[in-house]
């Protein structure tokens, strides 16, 4: 607590002082970002107790400004357990976030599709997950200033914001799947088994993130959302070799559509 209250307490006195929605962009995704006009940016490297974004695809920035009529705080770039974090760093800025006083969280990923009838390229909003990561960002003591040891996960992602992504996307013609993530520790991509036990455990995509910030997001009351960006497609029977790049690079070419659903959430919310 003494660091996020650190961390608070120095974006407060840079000017953070009124943030209305946080938003969490995933690999390869950042255009959203291009459209908020910003007021302040910051490194993350300046900011006390943030951990440093290693990915080359994650840019390490913190950004507040105004999207269609909202201030929003926007992480471009996030961390993963993987980098060799702990959960409690891995949630920092959701947590950051909600103490500055957020009221929702949107978050995005790029996943690979599970489920075959999903398409590369095309999104998929979360509708549940299943966590296989080897920790919770809730281990250890609990934080009670921020929620209960024990925080209800029946509907992990908000109910009412799902709802609103499902009008806009029907709106605006943009295909949008709905399905279970499955969160994994990585780095690597799976195996042909692995993918095949994910889809037999119930899971539509995979990625590597995003599931210890819904679990934060829960533990502190906090609603928020979470649209994939399915950029592989994971047919175990077909199986071909793909790389970070080949991912990166259809993230990039199908984030129009996550940039929409969102632009107009946020002007909705």
């Known amino acids: 607590m003494e660091e996020l209250l650190e961390s608070v307490e120095w974006l407060k006195a840079r000017g953070i002082t009124h943030p209305e929605i946080g938003i969490v962009l995933g690999t390869g995704l950042h255009e959203l970002a291009d459209q908020i006009e910003v007021e302040k940016s910051f490194t993350y490297n300046v900011i006390p107790n943030f951990p440093i974004a290693t990915v080359e695809y994650h840019f390490g920035r913190l950004i507040y400004g105004n999207l269609n009529g909202k201030k929003v705080l926007a992480c471009q770039g996030r961390f993963h357990f993987y980098e060799g974090y702990d959960m409690h760093q891995v949630v920092m800025p959701v947590r950051v976030m909600k103490m500055l006083g957020v009221s929702h969280v949107l978050l ?12 590369k390229g095309s999104l998929m909003m979360v509708d549940d997950h299943i966590n296989l ?59 042909r088994a692995e993918y095949r036990f994910l889809k037999m455990i119930g899971a539509d ?51 129009k559509f996550l940039t929409a659903l969102y632009s107009e959430l946020i002007r909705r919310i």
């Open 133 to 191: 990561q080897p920790q919770s960002p809730l281990f250890g003591p609990n934080l009670d200033d921020l929620g209960p040891r024990f925080p209800d996960m029946s509907r992990p992602y908000a109910p009412q914001l799902n709802a609103l992504l499902r009008q806009i996307a029907s709106e605006k013609g943009i295909t949008l799947h709905e399905g279970v993530y499955a969160s994994v520790p990585g780095p690597n991509l799976e195996t």
């Open 205 to 255: 995509a995979v990625g590597m993130s995003t599931v210890p910030e819904v679990i934060a997001c829960n533990h502190m009351g906090l609603p928020c959302c979470c649209v994939s960006v399915l950029t592989d497609e994971c047919d175990p029977d077909n199986l071909k070799p793909v790389s970070i790049e080949d991912i990166v690079a259809t993230a990039k070419s199908s984030e």
């Open 108 to 119: 995005s990923n790029a996943a690979g599709a599970v489920n075959l009838s999903f398409q």
